[in-house]
């Protein structure tokens, strides 16, 4: 999908997974900010819950947020006490008890004690679901237990982390589905493929986007200029040049209508007219106006959004719990990137 969104995280791209969206990872409800350089957390309620401090931070995930201090990341817990002292050149989020980092070039995986459980030696890591994770050795992919035993031998061009059961992989130039065995359970056919997310995933088949279902088989016929994901059984497509949303047969139920779309989070989906930026609910109706030049997810009840240089954090009626404010001084700053689902979270 053809979309350019704010990098909220010093390291990672923004995006809501289907994880995300069913709520697996735990945010604390805290936001990250930043105040003359230093960043820090407030609550939804605007509040400032840990004052900025750090040189760096990620979202909080399962009780810890990294952040770094100088050139180096440790973790804090949800009072802003470090919790595992900053020693690592990069630091992912913890998910099921683990987190990858970096050291020396490699990464590996640490435990909420910042014991190494696997030792650095991949070239790249994701993050553990259901038990595993993807890692890169070289130029190939494949996924590790949390013993670090190698479950699923890397020899995919391509991987994405698990989503209810299934990966999507690449053998190159197609995509296709593995089970946690690494069995093939949908073959390589696909010129792109997205993560299943409430038992659709969407695919791309020639030229067009459509979506299939757990079995492999196609739920949706493939007819969409570009797809996103399911979210409250609604997912935005794009018809010509249009965004509209389908629900789960594939119906349209909000006809194209806007120059972009997101997947919906929450009752509200950021949509665009034009170059601004607002939020529509599920019949379609505006009910925050395009006045942004970002919008980003509501997450906990509040959303990210930028007007000009100035960033803040709106609630659901569109009132501001934090700024407007000058750019670097609001909260997750940094440059305009293209969302890309096959780009890794530290990059």
């Not at 819950?49 to 760096?56: E, H, K, M, Y």
């Not at 069995?183 to 299939?212: H, R, S």
């Not at 040049?241 to 119906?251: A, L, P, V």
């Not at 803040?312 to 569109?318: L, R, S, V």
Request: aromatic letters at 12%; one cysteine or more.
């Amino acid at each position: 999908m053809n979309r350019s969104l704010l990098c909220i995280l010093v390291f990672s791209l923004f995006g809501l997974s289907c994880s995300d969206q069913q709520g697996k990872h735990d945010s604390g409800g805290l936001f990250a900010i930043v105040q003359n350089g230093k960043w820090g957390f407030i609550d939804k309620t605007g509040a400032v819950v840990i004052t900025p401090q750090f040189d760096g931070a990620n979202d909080f995930s399962d009780g810890f947020s990294a952040v770094r201090v100088g050139g180096t990341y440790g973790f804090i817990d949800h009072t802003g006490s470090l919790i595992i002292n900053p020693q690592f050149e990069r630091a992912g989020r913890f998910t099921e008890g683990l987190a990858a980092i970096r050291v020396g070039g490699k990464f590996g995986f640490i435990d909420e004690t910042g014991a190494f459980v696997i030792n650095p030696q991949f070239d790249e890591a994701g993050e553990f679901v259901d038990g595993l994770a993807r890692i890169r050795t070289g130029t190939k992919w494949g996924f590790v237990d949390k013993e670090g035993k190698m479950a699923i031998n890397p020899i995919f061009d391509g991987a994405h982390d698990y989503a209810q059961g299934f990966a999507a992989v690449r053998l190159s130039p197609h995509w296709g589905f593995i089970d946690h065995d690494g069995k093939m359970i949908i073959n390589p056919q696909f010129g792109a493929a997205m993560d299943f997310c409430e038992g659709l995933a969407a695919v791309k088949l020639d030229k067009t986007w459509g979506y299939v279902d757990l079995d492999g088989k196609v739920a949706i016929r493939p007819q969409f200029a570009a797809a996103g994901s399911f979210a409250g059984k609604m997912a935005p497509v794009r018809v010509g040049t249009k965004w509209g949303f389908i629900d789960q047969s594939g119906k349209l139920v909000v006809s194209p209508q806007f120059d972009a779309a997101e997947d919906f989070s929450g009752d509200f989906a950021a949509i665009r007219l034009a170059t601004k930026w607002g939020y529509a609910d599920r019949s379609g109706k505006i009910v925050i106006q395009t006045q942004f030049n970002e919008a980003n997810p509501f997450s906990d009840g509040i959303a990210l959004i930028r007007i000009s240089s100035r960033t803040g954090y709106i609630d659901a009626g569109g009132k501001y719990v934090w700024g407007p404010l000058e750019r670097g001084t609001a909260a997750r700053e940094g440059e305009d990137v293209e969302k890309s689902r096959d780009k890794d979270w530290w990059e």
